[in-house]
């Protein structure tokens, strides 16, 4: 009988035992569940604006802009807070926050962390399909361009590497002065009267657009860099890096593009916090 009720005890606390650790181990395993931090501040994709018919008179892949009269772009998140990663993603939006295009950087990691915007790089517009729209091209440069023969400049190229123009600095004691450039070097376009000095941490800071050669007229178009609130609670700061460019009545499809290329410039040259 002592036998019997001694297995009977070693069985018990066996039994006993096990449910212990299964229950420690379910236990575990929920509390490292309920740990895992949730998604937050993740920039959404927006939805994609429709695609438009391209016309006989067009340019290939820059159809998107022909209705627009205003465009957004804005640096995306998740490409700031990559430690080791390259290249920073853009999303290029019309007024009611449809994506026109994708803007993809090429460099390497050595340029954007050690040279930050003085950096060369490539930017590759995407359209919704993926597919090169065109693409522009920086070299490196000082800051601000204060050496006369070494400004910045941006080039514009088509998807056949053809060239469609040049965003270009010009040398001043004042603000920043951009001239807008077509393929046969013609004055488009002159981008000027912003502020002498430019702050990142102003809510808003404009600079008209010129038609030609002719900056003391009124401007006939506008880029704009804004603080957006809704992007003030992201862990990193991106809230003066949002840009608005209001495009002149008459401009191409091409010349809405290189519009799109100075408010990249403009951001290279004074905004952007690597």
């Not at 379910?26 to 920039?43: D, K, L, W």
């Not at 399909?129 to 920086?138: E, F, Y």
């Not at 502020?195 to 506008?222: F, K, V």
């Amino acid at each position: 009988a002592n036998t019997t009720n001694h297995r009977r005890l070693i069985v018990q606390i066996h039994v006993s035992m096990n449910r212990e650790d299964t229950s420690s181990s379910t236990h575990s395993h929920t509390r490292i569940v309920t740990r895992e931090p949730p998604a937050e501040y993740e920039t959404p994709a927006p939805r994609w604006m429709a695609p438009l018919p391209l016309k006989p008179w067009l340019t290939p892949g820059l159809q998107q802009l022909a209705p627009l009269g205003v465009v957004t772009v804005q640096t995306t998140l998740e490409s700031r807070q990559q430690c080791c990663g390259a290249g920073l993603n853009y999303y290029v939006m019309n007024e009611a926050g449809e994506m026109v295009f994708n803007v993809v950087e090429e460099t390497n990691w050595l340029k954007r962390h050690v040279l930050g915007p003085h950096r060369s790089l490539f930017l590759t517009v995407l359209d919704q399909g993926g597919s090169p729209v065109c693409r522009l091209t920086k070299p490196a440069r000082c800051d601000a361009g204060w050496v006369p023969w070494w400004m910045h400049k941006l080039m514009l190229q088509g998807p056949d590497e053809l060239v469609w123009g040049w965003v270009r600095q010009r040398w001043s004691l004042g603000g920043a002065c951009l001239d807008v450039l077509g393929d046969d070097h013609e004055i488009l376009f002159r981008i000027g009267s912003g502020p002498t000095c430019a702050l990142r941490c102003c809510s808003e800071m404009s600079y008209g657009i010129y038609s030609g050669s002719d900056s003391d007229a009124a401007p006939e178009g506008e880029i704009t860099k804004f603080n957006n609130p809704l992007r003030r609670s992201a862990p990193i700061s991106l809230a003066h890096e949002d840009f608005r460019v209001h495009f002149p009545e008459e401009a191409t499809e091409r010349e809405k593009a290189l519009l799109i290329g100075a408010a990249f410039l403009l951001n290279f040259m004074y905004f952007e916090i690597t």
